[in-house]
C-alpha cells in the first residue's frame, strides 16, 4: 500500500514483516539480497563543486560538495580535510520534527566519513597549500530529502557520485595569502568505496531495508567495501546481538553486492 | 538613459520579464502534498504534512489549526558554503511565509491541529523567499488541503536607476531595491510585503504594481502545474 | 476509487462542468447556491478546492468534486482502528493509525474510557490490553485526544497478542486462546476478530 513510507508502523505490521522475512519473502516482493531500483544523477547544483542525487526507491539523497581551505587538523598537520555533514530534513518524512542533527543524522554522516575516509577516496597526503599550516578543505553535505530507508548506502553512493563530479579550484599563495588562482581541475579519486546495509530482521539478514523494515529490524550492520574488496568501514547499529557466523555471512553477502551497487556510479556520468 | 525597451539586464531580460520558471506538483512519496520549483538557477523542495496531530500537545489550540512553516536553506545552496543551523535570516523569512500563506487557509477547520510546510532551499539564486511561497501554495494544493486562493509571489525594485521585476541575486545584491510580494491573485489580496533599499513614493507604487503583475504570469505557471497533475489524473479515472 | 458528484440522490442537470482551481470565481450569490468544495466571499461563490465544478440547475447549486487526496480529519462518528499503549482500570490510551478505512502517516492519539452500561467487564485492563489492535468509533473530538468508544458489537479488540508468549491469540468460544503455549485470556472482543482486513 504505501510500503517504505516513514512514519508510524504499528506493531501488526511489524509481525507481518518479520513474518514474511522469515519465511524468505518481503512484503514489497523482493528477494532477501534484492536492493530497490537505484538511480544516480550528477551535476545537480550548479553552484557547488561537486553534486549528486541518488534514489534508492523512494529513498532520495542529494550531497553538495565545496572544497575550501583551512588550518589542519593538529594530529595531522601535513593531510587536507574531509568533513562530512548530514541533514534529514522535515519533509522528508511525517516522523521528523524541525531542530538540530539529532542522533540518527550524526550517525549518518560519521559512518559515510569512515568510510570515504578509510578507502582513501582522495589522497589526504596532497593537499598542503601552506605547509602544515593551509590545507584542502573538502565538505560534503549530505541532504536526506526522502526517507525510506536505507539512508546510509544511498548517502555513501551520493557522497562517492559527487566526489567524482567535483571539479576542485586551485589556490595558490600569492604574498602569503591563499587566494583562488581562477584555474579548476577534477578532484583526483583514488578509490570508489559502496557501503552495502543489511538488516537482520525475523531472524535473516536482509539488504536494503525500507523504512518499514526498519522498523522491524532486530539489529543493523553496514560494511563499506573498496574495488579492490578490502572492507573500509563497518557499522553495527541496533538492539540485538549478532554471532560471529552472522556478521561473516553479512561480509560475504555485502561483498557480493558491492560490485553491482558500484556499477551505477561507474558506470553513470 | 535608452529606452526601457531596449535595456537589457546583466542576464538578459527586460525590464519587466520573469526569470524562466519551472514548477513541478507531487515530487515527495513521504508527504502529503509537495512542489519543486525551479525560478532561474532558484531550486526549492517544499513538502507539506498535515492536517494531522499537533506534535508537541501543548501547543495545539482548540478553536482553531496551525500553520507550521519552516525555510531552511541547504549548506551547498550558496557560494560559499553556509552553516546548516538555521540563521536570524532563516527565521524571519520562517515567519513572513506563515503570514503569507495563512490568509489562504480555513484554519478554523482544524482545531488541536498543524499543517506543516517545509520549504529547503537546493540552489540559492535571489527571490528565495518569493519562489518557496509559490511552491508552497502548490504543495498546498497538492496535498488537498482546501484554499481560498492559490498565494502567487515575486519581487520587484530597483537596479541601475530601473524599476525591474524578479530581481536575481546580482540585482538583489547591487541594486538599489527590493521588493517581495506575495498576493493572491482571485481575491486581489497582498499577503506578503517587504522592501528593503531606497524608493520614491511614486517608484514604490510601480513596484508594488510590477509585482502584483509578476504573481499574475507565476498563478498561471502554478495552474499549468497542477493541471498537469490532476487534470490529466482525472481523465485517466473517468475512462 | 474515482469521486462522482453524485450523491445527492438525482441525476444533477448539468450546465457545465470545468475543472477550477482554488479561488476561481463560479458565480454569484443571486445565482446559485455555494455547495460543496466552495466558499462564500462578498457575494461571491469561489472554488476552495482543485477539482471539477458541477452547475446544478435544478437545485441551483455549484458545487466542486475535489480531484486531489482528500485530507484525513478524524471525526465524530468515524471508525478507527489503533494500537492500544497504556491501560489502566479506567482508561486506554490508543494510537489510532486507521481513519475511516485509511491508513494516517502520523498516528492521532486516542483513548477508550470504560463503557457505563457494559457488565460484561468491569476495569477497562479486562477488557484491552497493551499491544492489542482494537477497532472503535470517535464519540468524542473536543478534547486534545479523540474519545473512542468499543461498545458496538463490530468494536473492541481485532487482534490481540499472547501476554506470556506474544503469539497472536485465535478466537474460540467466548475466550482468546494461544495457539503455542495454551494460555487462556478474556478481552472486550469484536465480533469479528482475526477477520478485519489491516492493510
Known sequence: MKSGKGGFTSRLKLKRIQEAISSGKRLDGRGLEDYRDIR???????????????????????????????????????????????EIVPLASPDIEPGPPDEVSVE??????????????????????????????????????????NLIDASTLAAVAALRS?????????????????RKEPLEIKSTPVSVTLSKIGGA???????????AMETRLTITLDEKGNVCAIQKSGPEALTPEEVRKAISIAASKAPEIRSKIIGGT | MSSNEEWRRVDGRRWDELREIRI????????????????????????????????????????TGILRCRYHMAPFSTEPRRSPA???????????????????????????????????????????????????????????????????????????????????????????????????????????????????????????NLAIEGCRKIYEVQREALKRKYEAKKEVEGN | MPRGFDDSGHTPHRLREKFVYPGERLAVEEEFFSGRGTYLDKGVIRSEELGIALYDIREREVRVSKATREPIIPKEGFEVIGEVGSVQKRMANVDVFMVSGRE?????TGVIYP??????????????RSGDIIKGRIINTKNRVLQISIDEEEHGVILAYCSRCGSPLEYRRIRLHCPRCGRADRRKVAKRYGLEALN
Not at chain 2, 32 to 40: K, R
Not at chain 2, 110 to 130: F, H, M, N
Open chain 1, 205 to 215: 539478514l536482509i539488504v536494503d531495508p525500507t523504512s518499514e523494515e526498519e522498523d
Open chain 1, 108 to 149: 549518518l554522516a560519521r559512518v559515510v566519513d569512515r568510510g570515504l575516509r578509510s578507502a582513501g577516496i582522495v589522497d589526504f597526503s596532497k593537499m598542503e597549500i601552506i605547509p602544515k599550516k593551509t590545507v584542502y578543505v573538502i565538505n560534503v553535505d549530505l541532504f536526506v530529502l526522502n526517507h525510506a530507508g
Open chain 3, 115 to 128: 463503557p457505563a452500561s457494559k457488565r460484561s467487564y468491569r476495569g477497562l485492563d479486562m477488557a484491552v
Open chain 2, 24 to 63: 513541478e506538483s507531487g515530487v515527495l512519496p513521504n508527504a502529503d502534498g509537495s512542489a519543486y520549483i525551479e525560478m532561474g538557477r532558484n531550486k526549492i523542495i517544499v513538502g507539506v504534512y498535515g492536517p494531522r496531530e499537533m506534535h508537541p500537545k501543548h501547543l495545539a489550540r482548540p478553536h
Open chain 2, 86 to 208: 538555521p540563521s536570524r535570516r532563516d527565521m524571519e523569512i520562517t515567519m513572513v511565509m506563515r503570514y503569507a500563506l495563512e490568509p489562504a487557509i480555513f484554519l478554523e477547520r482544524y482545531p488541536r491541529s498543524t499543517i506543516d510546510v517545509y520549504a529547503e532551499v537546493l540552489q540559492a539564486d535571489g527571490g528565495t523567499r518569493c519562489a518557496s511561497i509559490t511552491a508552497a501554495a502548490v504543495a498546498l494544493a497538492d496535498a488537498g488541503i482546501p484554499l481560498k486562493d492559490l498565494v502567487a509571489a515575486c519581487s520587484a525594485g530597483k537596479y541601475e536607476g530601473r524599476i525591474v521585476l524578479d530581481l536575481n541575486d546580482h540585482e538583489d545584491k547591487y541594486g538599489e531595491a527590493d521588493l517581495p510580494l506575495a498576493y493572491m491573485p482571485n481575491l486581489g489580496s497582498i499577503t506578503l510585503l517587504q522592501m528593503d533599499g531606497l524608493l520614491s513614493p511614486e517608484e514604490l507604487d510601480r513596484c508594488i
Open chain 1, 40 to 86: 544516480v544523477k550528477t551535476g545537480v547544483i550548479e553552484k557547488a563543486d561537486g553534486s549528486s542525487e541518488v534514489f534508492i526507491g523512494d529513498t532520495r539523497v542529494i550531497a553538495g560538495i565545496e572544497i575550501s581551505h583551512g588550518p589542519p587538523f593538529e594530529d595531522t598537520p601535513g593531510e587536507g580535510i574531509l568533513i562530512c555533514n548530514a
Open chain 3, 104 to 108: 494516517v502517516s502520523r498516528p492521532y
Open chain 1, 166 to 182: 567535483t571539479i576542485k579550484p586551485i589556490f595558490e599563495v600569492r604574498n602569503g595569502e591563499v587566494v583562488p588562482s581562477g
